[in-house]
């Protein structure tokens, strides 16, 4: 079963920048989905970003400007740009790919937002 293994969580300072990225430790063929999951303590898990194998992105309101989601397809990884960070991004963040009706998610990593 392939795993999806994200990185680049941390702790950082209100304005600042991470990068997080998930990449797959095997092959998954005919990605159409790629999303950014989030889970504030104590609050259910929200859509944060989406892009699809045709290139469209969507953001949660909340993160429109700030947030940018990518791809690299020959390395089966998604990267989510966060900029520009405020302490309510604090939360767990999750990578989910989508290969027909198959999902896999990641691990979870952690991001706090220091004010």
């Known amino acids: 079963q392939v795993q999806l293994v994200e990185s680049g969580g941390g702790l950082v300072q209100a304005g600042g920048s991470l990068r997080l990225s998930c990449a797959a430790d095997?092959?998954?063929?005919?990605?159409?989905?790629m999303r950014w999951y989030r889970q504030p303590p104590g609050k259910p898990r929200e859509l944060v970003a989406a892009?699809?194998?045709?290139?469209?992105?969507n953001y949660v309101d909340s993160v429109k400007g700030r947030f940018t989601i990518s791809r690299n397809n020959a390395r089966n990884t998604v990267y989510l740009q966060m900029n520009s960070l405020m302490p309510e991004d604090t939360a767990v963040y999750y990578c989910r790919m989508m290969s027909g009706w198959s999902a896999y998610w990641g691990q979870g990593t952690q991001v706090t937002v220091s004010s």
């Open positions: 892009l699809t194998s045709g290139g469209s992105t």
């Open positions: 095997g092959t998954i063929f005919s990605i159409n989905d």
